[in-house]
């Protein structure tokens, strides 16, 4: 069984997300990923990780689930997640959901492709994965590179997958990338005053450096080689009338033609 780096620091990622930085990083992805999954339809959409967290609350998709690496238990000590499954081996039928959510699953996993591929596996041709996590190109990755500085993010900097990367890896598993964004352009900051006095680097960094911001949301496709769509039968009826069409058109034309040189040699005879 592989390990996560997920499982130990499940409760500390939801604990951080209560923080003033946790609730400012919330907001903007439930805001973009929102966006992206409105208009997305099907039958299952699938939302791995952080289940208290729910991202799939814009979608209209009818059959919504959502799982977890671990046993999640309440006050009453029963459990509250029903599916529980690895990101590395998700227990769902190949080409068996229409829309995948994974927010910061590749870089809580030791194996970021090997969740790719099972997100691959399992959607539908066509189906959409949606994926979030931290740029380590940005003001918050460099802050987590400098030794002797606490870490502002609960996700170790070695472990943050770049967009670059991801594009990559996209590109070996045939997805097609639809959309993205990035945010939260403000420097490192813990509280909630400082965040609020850096707000204004959020349209300027959007303006002026948009590849520095401190996550991303990205949106791609699964492309199935060999595909092609079959128009309606009732294309074809047309081409065949029309085609007919013309043909009787010449021969009714040829018919004319003749009755007309009969008519001009008999009135030439007599």
Known sequence: MSESCDRPLTDEFAEWLATPVGQYVQQWEQKKISGMV???F???AIQVGLPHWDLLEANRIPNKGRTHWDVQTGADGLPQVSVVAEPEHLPFDSQSIDLLILPHVLEC???PHQVLREAERVLVPEGRVVISG???WSLWGAHERIPGLDPI?????HMQVSLVRLKDWFKLLSFEVDRGHFGCYVPPCVTTRWIERWSFMEKAGDRWWPFCGALYVVSAVKR???MRLIGPAWKKSKQKLRAQAVVAGRQADGAAYRWCQTVSKENNEQ
């Open 42 to 44: 099907g039958y299952h």
């Open 109 to 111: 996993s030791n194996s």
């Open 134 to 136: 931290f740029n380590p």
């Open 38 to 40: 409105t208009n997305v």
């Open 224 to 226: 199935v080689p060999g």
């Open 153 to 157: 993010v609960p996700v170790p900097a």
